[in-house]
């Protein structure tokens, strides 16, 4: 049955292999971006099995050497035999991964917002921390940042943040972290050093490209306004800032970070795009499982993905039951033990599934 469903890939990829060489492929950007991806998917797939392949025809000749050999080149032979058996047991395992369902985001740009939830001005100054631990982990990956759009605080906190992530597994290393964080810590504004709790929202969506995501332009109402800046001061003379209402959801984005109109409605359509294709993949999963619960939710200290204690210098993930004792590592960007328990349990998860 595996091989069939294997041999099944192989000839799909010479197909898409063939299907992606025609010239006239490059006039149609949806099937040349559907094409492209799967001769991704199906690239390692195939890779795998034809080394795999190969380690099995390699240990059956190993083995007929031990057979017909004696003394210093029998003691060889065995010796390839045991590295074939050891090729084909990891082949087989990382076989056996790559078989499971893809990620349909997998690949993609990342985009995040954070808004400060509960807690006043503490969540807002705990949503900054956030946005630079996420600026760091960037920067150490290699990856780019971009701010599409912020909003101060009064005390140099974030009220809210939207920013790109570009980069390759940037989405498979971030998806998680959608959700309320809480953080225990005593804020600037305690006078008796006492330690409160507050609460950031994360929201992650996979960027969307024009192609993947079709907006009727009568279903957007577009208004224009002038920036304005903590306080509800005016900050900009001319009518640059842009807030897009997608009327059949009622999804609202609002630009005003850049001095051009037509820069600020780029920057919405961004991310109006992808917040559309989330809810569009959400509404998918739902129908195929029980509804999921939103990502940010209220963004309640109970209802919370994860606990930053600064007393402790710890952090523990509540999903994965996974405590760390590096938390100012962790805010300088060290996020790889996290991110790799999370994508450890995902695939465990899909392996128990399947």
């Not at 490059?26 to 795998?48: A, F, K, Q, T």
């Not at 780019?144 to 605080?153: C, D, F, G, M």
């Not at 950031?200 to 993947?212: G, K, Q, S």
């Not at 100012?328 to 899909?350: E, V």
């Amino acid at each position: 049955m595996l091989n069939d469903r294997l041999t099944e890939l192989e000839r799909e990829y010479e197909a898409v292999v063939e299907a992606l060489n025609d010239p006239s492929i490059s006039s149609d950007p949806h099937r040349l971006r559907d094409l492209s991806r799967r001769h991704r998917e199906l690239e390692e797939v195939v890779g795998c099995w034809r080394r795999l392949q190969q380690a099995e025809a390699d240990l059956e000749t190993a083995r007929e050497m031990s057979n017909d050999s004696v003394g210093e080149e029998r003691e060889l032979a065995q010796l390839e035999v045991t590295q074939a058996e050891q090729d084909i047991a990891r082949l087989g395992e990382e076989l056996r991964l790559q078989l499971l369902p893809k990620d349909p985001n997998a690949g993609r740009n990342v985009i995040m917002e954070i808004r400060g939830a509960e807690g006043g001005e503490e969540a807002n100054l705990f949503a900054k921390d956030l946005f630079e631990m996420y600026s760091r982990y960037a920067s150490a990956k290699g990856w780019k940042i971009e701010v599409l759009s912020s909003s101060p605080s009064e005390r140099d906190g974030l009220n809210e943040i939207t920013f790109s992530v570009k980069g390759k597994d940037a989405w498979q290393r971030l998806e998680h972290e959608g959700g309320p964080h809480r953080v225990q810590r005593v804020p600037v504004t305690e006078s008796q050093g006492r330690i409160h709790t507050s609460s950031a929202a994360v929201a992650v969506l996979p960027e969307a490209e024009e192609v993947d995501v079709a907006i009727d332009p009568g279903d957007l109402k577009i208004d224009v306004y002038r920036s304005t800046g903590p306080g509800g001061q005016s900050v900009n003379t001319t009518d640059s800032a842009v807030r897009i209402t997608h009327l059949p959801t009622g999804i609202v984005v609002a630009m005003q970070d850049e001095k051009s109109q037509i820069q600020n409605r780029a920057k919405a359509m961004t991310v109006l795009r992808s917040r559309l294709l989330k809810a569009e993949q959400d509404r998918q999963a739902a129908e195929l499982s029980e509804q999921r619960r939103s990502q940010v939710g209220g963004g309640g200290r109970s209802e919370k993905i994860r606990t930053y204690n600064y007393k402790d210098n710890r952090v523990t993930d509540h999903r994965i039951k996974l405590t760390l004792h590096k938390l100012d590592r962790i805010l300088m960007g060290d996020l790889d033990d996290l991110t790799d328990a999370l994508m450890a349990d995902k695939r465990a998860r899909q392996l128990a599934d399947g």
